[in-house]
């Protein structure tokens, strides 16, 4: 066994540890500690140029994929000086817990770390508990479509430089890690020096409001939803429908229900039709009408649920919990895409949507594209589709964009390459027996 550094983990060595000889004497570390931010900002410019804020990232995040060794050869040489700089939080802490995330944003917030523009800090011991995370009192909560979070978190390493907090917290009794921003609302920050001098702080949670639902579905296309409509299943509040009508113009808003303050938010936006639907009863039956010359074709209504019992299991994988309601949120997304419709869920969250082509891989691709253009990550995703796949492109394709999992209704006298296709690269699938492809 050869115990000895490789060519590659020497020169990182002896270019760190010049490094440091240079730039961290003893004068020069006691400057920086005096400094307002506790660390030396051209010094992190250089770590980012020399390219030691990608060392542990993967690839497809921008970084060199180098493992434990090499960031065991930057610490020790960062040890000998006391080298102050936040690595320990933002790059190798919070770029661990992003890389293994299923963030939305994470490829675009590892990006700006690599780059050294953003920093991001954990926040997860708490006053009188310390680290014991199974005791945390920290928690969010939801009240119709706003979840906040409130508590407290102490020894935050870097927390007044940081632009972004990795925060532990409880819900329904779950923990969970919440990403908010260092200048949101009802967030305060204490800031101390520890014993050896760096900047540490404590943080306090006051209904701090997190990501909402119109905001994830926004980011899914925001050139698209200029002149769009947009429905809620919950009651709005003034401050989520001020901040609607000032992002974008929207021509209908459809809610159980408005605020009376609210009524007077959208009265001074023009050209705005609100719709109060306090019940939807999915029984009562609909019908569509369509002309066709001097004749009128009438249906009844797609409206029949695809619950996880009516799911057909084909491939040798099968799904994950998660993977199967991210497949039955995206079959019902499906349902209102019109032409050869490709989705792409995770987290019950729409991430693309492909649509209006004559070609069902035409349609993938745009759902890709449309993601990628807002540095969307599909990594671990589920792909829907309204129609049975003609060919095995739809899947192959799949397989390259990240999906894990893909729900279609099936029929098609190729099947059985399909699903041959998908056990090929070791991903799932089902079939709903149902066709909801409209024109």
């Not at 060392?55 to 102050?84: A, C, H, Q, R």
């Not at 329904?172 to 908010?180: G, W």
């Not at 649920?305 to 084909?314: E, G, R």
Request: hydrophobic letters at 40%.
């Amino acid at each position: 066994m050869n115990l000895n550094y490789s060519e590659e983990q020497t020169m990182l060595r002896e270019q760190v540890l010049k490094f440091c000889e240079t730039n961290y004497d003893f004068i020069d570390r006691e400057k920086i500690l005096d400094s307002d931010e506790g660390y030396s900002l051209d010094n992190w410019k250089k770590f980012a140029e020399l390219g030691w804020l990608a060392v542990p990232f993967n690839e497809d995040n921008g970084g060199f994929n180098f493992g434990p060794i090499e960031l065991t050869v930057l610490f020790e040489e960062f040890g000998k000086s006391l080298v102050v700089e936040p690595y320990l939080s933002s790059v190798v802490m919070s770029g661990t817990i992003l890389e293994n995330s299923d963030h939305t944003d994470k490829t675009s917030i590892i990006e700006k770390i690599i780059s050294g523009e953003h920093q991001v800090s954990v926040a997860y011991a708490e006053p009188n508990i310390g680290y014991n995370f199974l005791d945390c009192v920290t928690t969010i909560s939801t009240n119709k479509d706003t979840y906040s979070l409130n508590g407290s978190k102490s020894l935050v390493l870097n927390a007044s430089n940081a632009d972004q907090f990795i925060v532990l917290a409880t819900y329904e009794d779950e923990p969970l890690l919440a990403i908010i921003n260092a200048d949101v609302e009802g967030l305060s920050i204490q800031s101390f020096k520890t014993l050896d001098g760096q900047i540490c702080g404590d943080l306090t949670f006051e209904n701090v409001s997190l990501s909402k639902a119109y905001d994830y579905a926004y980011k899914t296309d925001p050139t698209s939803a200029f002149g769009g409509i947009i429905a809620f299943n919950k009651g709005l509040d003034d401050k989520l429908l001020q901040k609607i009508i000032s992002r974008q113009f929207v021509e209908v808003i459809i809610a159980p229900k408005v605020t009376n303050n609210g009524l007077k938010i959208m009265k001074a936006k023009p050209n705005i039709r609100l719709l109060i639907i306090d019940k939807f009863d999915p029984k009562i039956k609909s019908y569509d009408m369509k002309a066709l010359k001097s004749n009128f074709l009438i249906q009844e209504s797609d409206s029949k649920s695809i619950a996880k019992n009516n799911l057909n299991f084909v491939t040798k994988k099968k799904p994950s919990l998660r993977e199967i309601n991210d497949l039955l949120f995206a079959f019902k997304v499906t349902r209102f895409v019109k032409s050869n419709a490709i989705v792409f869920v995770k987290n019950k969250k729409t991430l693309g949507i492909g649509a209006g082509q004559m070609s069902r891989i035409d349609s993938t691709n745009i759902a890709r594209d449309k993601a990628k253009k807002q540095k969307i990550n599909l990594k671990g995703c589920v792909m829907a589709s309204e129609a049975f796949f003609p060919f095995r492109d739809n899947v192959d394709l799949a397989k390259k964009i990240g999906v894990s999992s893909i729900i279609q209704p099936g029929g098609s006298i190729k099947d059985k390459e399909i699903i041959s296709a998908v056990n090929q690269h070791k991903m799932s699938m089902v079939f709903t027996g149902i066709r909801v492809f409209k024109h």
